[in-house]
């Protein structure tokens, strides 16, 4: 009895073990495939193109996005704002990368997702972003917006040290 589980059990950690180290190696992976120009500064235009709530959403901004990345970890700061999230990269085709940044709250939670492709020292794209509300465990609103987005870089190296960050 005790082989039988023991061969169940070695049987399940075999079939298990490969999809472990593919969804890691994967992810990594990804990460490496994201063309160095995109990392440093940029300033970003976004024009709203779509929204389901056009009260609660800009039609459009001027930010600054700083890209980093150490490791295996992608960074995007706003050095005007000090915004900092890590984000994950989904897919990366050539010069177009898809990254995804989500923020959880108690009541609220946000998915961002910019699919930008690289154009020299520029990018264009677009930026989707999905808000869902919550009221005691309970969804309450979702709302929506997509912008189309356009970036200049400023610099190869983060410039968040001008602003005393």
Excluded: H
Excluded at 1 to 27: D, R, T, W
Excluded at 47 to 66: A, G, H, P
């Amino acid at each position: 009895m005790k082989k039988i589980l023991f061969i169940l059990v070695s049987l399940v950690y075999i079939c298990i073990s490969p999809s472990i180290a593919q969804v890691i190696e994967g992810n990594i992976a990804m990460t490496d495939k994201v063309p160095e120009e995109f990392f440093g500064d940029w300033k970003v235009v976004s024009v709203c193109t779509k929204s389901t709530n056009r009260e609660y959403f800009d039609s459009t901004s001027m930010d600054l996005w700083t890209l980093r990345r150490q490791g295996d970890l992608i960074t995007l700061m706003n050095p005007l704002s000090g915004a900092r999230a890590d984000i994950t990269v989904n897919d990366v085709k050539g010069k177009t990368v898809k990254f995804e940044k989500r923020t959880s709250f108690p009541d609220e939670e946000s998915i961002e997702t910019p699919i930008l492709t690289l154009q020299g020292d520029n990018f264009t794209g677009v930026d989707k972003i999905s808000i869902k509300t919550f009221k005691d465990g309970k969804l309450i609103k979702e709302d929506y917006v997509e912008y189309q987005v356009r970036g200049t870089k400023i610099s190869g190296s983060p410039i968040s040290g001008i602003f005393g960050q």
